[in-house]
């Protein structure tokens, strides 16, 4: 599945809010309008370093945030928020900002085909690790945007533990659209 088939079928899947993410309309979550390109330019000035391309086409033609699976991918300024533990509302942007702590971290080099890495404290993040999507209970989507396919890496827990979820974005959506149980996502 391509990129635009990928943009196609969740712009008829978002038509039913039950079916726009995979927690369903628990919580109130719901798909934001699009985003403009001017606001995504300014969130990549932000971060320092550019989106992946589908995640700004999804930004730029199916919403601001607030689909997919999980509770939705969290959107840019105005979009989907992502919550934290303490019910504190952030932009794509600034979540990412409160991991990193606005610290320099290395680049993620783990090779994720032999196993999993665990971080003992939030101070190892890692540099354009983005968290994208939340399961719910510390447990989060991360794109690694220094990668041009942007492999989604699952974070568990405080302190826990990073494992490859998907090869790249394009691969996690098609795995969520086609219903591929969640399971047999690595």
């Not at 600034?94 to 999993?116: M, W």
Request: hydrophobic content about 35%.
């Amino acid at each position: 599945m391509n990129q635009s088939a990928i943009i196609e079928e969740l712009l008829q899947r978002i038509q039913d809010p039950r079916r726009a993410r995979t927690m369903g309309t628990f919580g109130g979550f719901r798909v934001f309008p699009v985003a403009a390109e001017a606001e995504i330019q300014k969130a990549e000035q932000q971060l320092g370093f550019p989106l992946p391309r589908l995640l700004r086409e999804l930004y730029l033609k199916v919403g601001n945030g607030g689909f997919g699976p999980g509770y939705g991918i969290f959107g840019l300024a105005g979009g989907a928020p992502a919550i934290d533990g303490g019910g504190n509302y952030y932009d794509l942007v600034s979540f990412y900002q409160l991991h990193t702590g606005g610290r320099t971290h290395p680049k993620l080099s783990h090779d994720f085909t032999r196993g999993s890495l665990f971080l003992e404290t939030l101070d190892q993040w890692y540099d354009q690790l983005v968290p994208i999507c939340d399961w719910g209970c510390d447990i989060y989507s991360l794109i690694d945007c220094s990668k041009e396919d942007a492999p989604v890496i699952l974070y568990i827990g405080y302190g826990g533990e990073l494992s490859l979820e998907a090869n790249s974005l394009e691969e996690w959506f098609y795995k969520w659209l086609k219903g591929i149980p969640t399971s047999e996502w690595s």
